[in-house]
């Protein structure tokens, strides 16, 4: 049972390709008027003329999320495009493939800086847009592969991985739900995370080497269950492996690890905490 999108307005960023392009099409069939958002133009656009082909609303917006200007800038162009947002679905990513550390344009490590970072600054700069059309949701997709944050080096200089750099990555989008949950409590915006499925059939796992076992539509299911089910419409701070509750890696339940990332998030991204602004 879905509540129906007719009329509401959802981002899906990194919808140019797997997952998030099935979540988006899926919603514009459901009603919704979907705001693509990817770095490739000629994808993004054969999308947004499918959906209206098939008589759905879609607007394609070109942002690259390894560069924070580029995400201050698709916020700006999302303000442009609607008056409100029902729902955002923080969905880009890199994967773990490439044995080669990588940094975004901001100096920072690149999974850190696309995976994690940019959806927590796109994430409080549409803020305000989704608080005036509550009850909206937040969809943050994570993974089941998670690593705890050394926060003596988060930038991963030592030691580095694609797949340690993903981990980690994922697990801070997991920590970053469980605190703005908390901050948002009784604010009408439900922020929820998940894994949506493992190992889909999608471009990040092929080129990791991996063996498909899942599809598209399976993790799609989930991420749209934290959507539109009406069941969730008021719960937030989960996190969900694909259709079912479940816990993930303890240390997004260290309160002072969650301290932690959010000081640095605010810090990294040019932000003043609202939370601290107030004490
Ligand atoms: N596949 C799985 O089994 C699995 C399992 C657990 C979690 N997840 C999560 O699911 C989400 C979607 O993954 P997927 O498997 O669908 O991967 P995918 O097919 O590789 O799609 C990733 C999307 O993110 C976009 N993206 C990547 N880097 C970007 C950047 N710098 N700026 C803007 N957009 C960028 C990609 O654009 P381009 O096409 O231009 O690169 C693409 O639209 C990810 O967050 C991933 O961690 C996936």
């Known amino acids: 049972m879905t509540m129906t999108m007719k009329g509401k307005t959802a981002l899906v960023t990194g919808s140019t390709d797997g997952v998030g392009r099935y979540v988006a099409e ?122 705890a944050i050394d926060f003596a080096d988060v930038m991963l200089t030592r030691g580095y991985s694609g797949a340690r750099a993903y981990r980690q990555s994922k697990l801070a989008q ?36 991996v063996q498909p076992i899942s599809t598209v539509e399976e993790g799609g299911a989930a991420i749209l269950q934290l959507v539109t089910s009406p069941s969730l419409e008021r719960r937030s701070g989960l996190y969900f492996s694909g259709m079912r509750a479940s816990r993930p890696d303890p240390q997004a339940f260290d309160a002072d690890a969650r301290r932690k990332l959010r000081a640095l998030s605010f810090d990294l991204a040019g932000l003043t905490d609202p939370l601290a602004a107030r004490v």
Request: proline share 2%; aromatic share 4%.
């Open 26 to 147: 899926r919603l514009a069939a459901e009603g919704a008027r979907v705001i693509i958002h990817g770095r490739d133009r000629t994808r993004g656009e054969a999308l947004a003329d499918r959906i209206t082909q098939q008589g759905g609303h879609a607007r394609l917006l070109i942002a690259d999320l390894a560069s924070l200007a580029e995400v201050r800038s698709l916020a700006e162009a999302v303000r442009r495009e609607a008056d409100g947002l029902d729902a955002l679905v923080n969905n880009a990513g890199i994967g773990t493939s490439g044995a080669r550390r990588e940094l975004g344009a901001d100096g920072f490590e690149l999974r850190f800086a696309v995976n994690y970072l940019a959806g927590f600054l796109l994430t409080r700069l549409l803020l305000p847009m989704l608080e005036r059309r509550g009850p909206s949701r937040i969809v943050n997709v994570a993974s089941a592969g998670q690593q």
């Open 174 to 209: 997991i920590m970053f739900t469980f605190d703005l949950a908390e901050e948002l409590a009784g604010r009408n915006v439900a922020v929820n995370c998940l894994h949506p499925a493992t190992f889909m059939d999608t471009t990040m796992v092929r080129l990791s080497g």
